[in-house]
């Protein structure tokens, strides 16, 4: 039973924006922290950002500030607002919340 969905992804050119989403259908996490990542092709699955109950976000240091995590309790929805998009955030976006994975959301950046 799939309990994180993701959505939102899609193709983007370089320096534009998308936002992700990720629905916890099941109410599951509203007080748990919350994350996303992200797996390039041919590439390790890497640790994007992270939310917790309370709102504090930690970020991976290629972030550099183009992306905002958040979530919104009322709805069970955690989000990812990514802008100055670039090629190497090409790849497939997951919802992670303990040790519950989404089936994730491709992301494609072109240049």
């Known amino acids: 039973q799939v309990v994180l969905e993701e959505s939102g992804g899609g193709l983007a050119q370089a320096g534009g924006s998308l936002r992700l989403s990720c629905v916890d259908s099941?109410?599951?996490?509203?007080?748990?922290?919350m994350g996303w990542f992200r797996q390039a092709p041919g590439k390790q699955r890497e640790f994007v950002a992270s939310i917790t109950a309370g709102g504090y976000a930690n970020y991976a240091d290629f972030v550099e500030g183009r992306f905002t995590i958040s979530r919104d309790r009322a709805v069970s929805t955690m989000y990812l607002d990514m802008s100055l998009l670039k090629p190497e955030d090409t790849g497939v976006y997951y919802c992670?919340?303990?040790?519950?994975w989404g089936l994730g959301t491709q992301v494609t950046v072109s240049s």
């Open positions: 099941g109410r599951v996490f509203s007080f748990m922290t």
């Open positions: 992670n919340a303990k040790n519950s």
